[in-house]
T-cell receptor, first 115, second 116 residues
């Protein structure tokens, strides 16, 4: 069985602070895929990034960066110099190599960035 | 690309009525997922299809819920009869899976269902 744990239910920061959202996963698959999605107050779910299990290279995209560590089964998401527009619910998800792309989602972390 | 299209965007109905939600996945995607989201239960996977075939419907809450995918470009989720506890936002998502693709899901805008 697969499991994704986002231990932080809610995080509140002041604008320009850095913030890290934690994601820990469990899977028996040797090949798997990790994702982050953003759900802003408007309600839509937006894909942010995919990381394959065989590629542990970290990624940076503007103010966003992702740290994938297989040794600790973690896929953490850092926002640098947070902005009010970053306020959203962020979901981490895991997909195995079977099941036609079915993903297991974490419960989400609600990030509030105050001006 | 137009993205995943869902209709209607909002639906208000009375208890006991039949509700049909519609989804058009992204062209070329071969997996389709129906989710329900509420404050109490979070994001729940109801059912998903691969190549138009239902793979897992274990998340469908009751026999009142049914889903079909008659072709690669259309799916429906039907609730009959509807109940107030069915009030939620229903999302449809699609992805490309197989042949080396293990891709992310792209979500539609959702249908906000209110059952009075």
């Amino acid at each position: 069985a697969q499991k994704v744990t986002q231990a932080q239910t809610e995080i509140s920061v002041v604008e320009k602070e850095d913030v890290t959202l934690d994601c820990v996963y469990e899977t028996r698959d040797t090949t798997y895929y990790l994702f982050w999605y953003k759900q802003p107050p408007s309600g839509e779910l937006v894909f942010l990034i995919r990381r394959n299990s065989f590629d542990e290279q970290n990624e940076i995209s503007g103010r966003y960066s992702w740290n994938f560590q297989k040794s600790t089964s973690s896929f953490n998401f850092t926002i640098t110099a947070s902005q009010v527009v970053d306020s959203a619910v962020y979901f981490c998800a895991l997909s195995g190599n079977t099941n036609a792309g079915k993903s297991t989602f974490g419960d989400g972390t609600t990030l509030t960035v105050k001006p | 690309d137009a993205g995943v299209i869902q209709s209607p965007r909002h639906e208000v109905t009375e208890m006991g009525q039949e509700v049909t939600l519609r989804c058009k996945p992204i062209s070329g995607h071969n997996s389709l997922f129906w989710y329900r989201q509420t404050m109490m239960r979070g994001l729940e996977l109801l059912i998903y299809f691969n190549n138009n075939v239902p793979i897992d419907d274990s998340g469908m809450p009751e026999d009142r819920f049914s889903a079909k995918m008659p072709n690669a470009s259309f799916s429906t989720l039907k609730i009959q009869p509807s109940e107030p506890r069915d009030s939620a936002v229903y999302f449809c998502a699609s992805s490309s899976w197989g042949g080396g693709d293990r891709r992310e899901q792209f979500f539609g805008p959702g249908t906000r269902l209110t059952v009075l």
